[in-house]
């Protein structure tokens, strides 16, 4: 990206102890809270690239996001698909989930986990397929570069709020785990999330 001229800040992360808890990164969601408005989103390169995976995955904390729209402006990823994490054989929770609350749309890299390869003398170099990694790379350079072109559009011009407002019997509630399409489809409602003064959505 040096190679890039721009004004929009790009931040490179590593975060650690991920394995235990997300801890760096649920820190560094929380550090910039104050700035999530501005944050146009995440890139989540984890786990990737494994011979016998075959396949890069691609998935988002939401089922559809402005990084996956510029995405797919791509003609080479016109055609992807976000994954559905509950249909990869495979818990790929990461990193990504840090960002969750705070509204910040993230889009994730990853693959299926191999069992004996992972966390063993046996995660080395020689398993990785340079196509599937250069894959990643290039989609994820992919949505960098459109973000920072003059000509796309704000992702701020996405956000469409809503005053009108609604009640809710009481005895309706959210449940965890379940998505969030489907519960608007089961209560009738479109929910759209807003961060309030006090941090709570």
Do not use: W
Not at 3 to 17: K, L
Not at 129 to 147: F, H, K, P, T, W
Not at 168 to 180: A, L
Request: aromatic fraction near 12%.
């Amino acid at each position: 990206l040096s190679e890039y001229d721009t004004d929009t800040e790009i931040r490179f992360v590593a975060f650690d102890c991920e394995e235990i808890g997300l801890l760096g990164s649920e820190y560094y969601a929380d550090s910039v809270f104050e700035e999530a408005e501005n944050i146009i989103g995440m890139l989540n390169f984890d786990m990737l690239a494994s011979k016998q995976a075959g396949q890069v995955f691609i998935y988002s904390n939401e089922d559809d996001n402005y990084l996956y729209e510029l995405l797919k402006t791509d003609p080479q990823f016109k055609d992807v698909a976000i994954s559905n994490l509950y249909d990869i054989e495979s818990n790929v929770a990461s990193d990504y989930i840090s960002f969750k609350s705070k509204l910040i749309p993230t889009l994730s890299f990853s693959n299926i986990t191999i069992a004996g390869e992972v966390h063993t003398k046996m995660d080395v170099v020689e398993n990785i397929d340079e196509n599937m990694l250069l894959y990643a790379y290039q989609a994820g350079l992919s949505v960098i570069c459109r973000i920072i072109d003059p000509q796309t559009d704000s992702y701020k011009n996405k956000i469409v709020t809503d005053d009108t407002i609604y009640t809710i019997s009481e005895n309706v509630k959210f449940p965890f785990g379940v998505d969030r399409t489907e519960f608007e489809h089961m209560i009738g409602v479109n929910f759209t999330p807003i961060i309030s003064d006090t941090k709570e959505v």
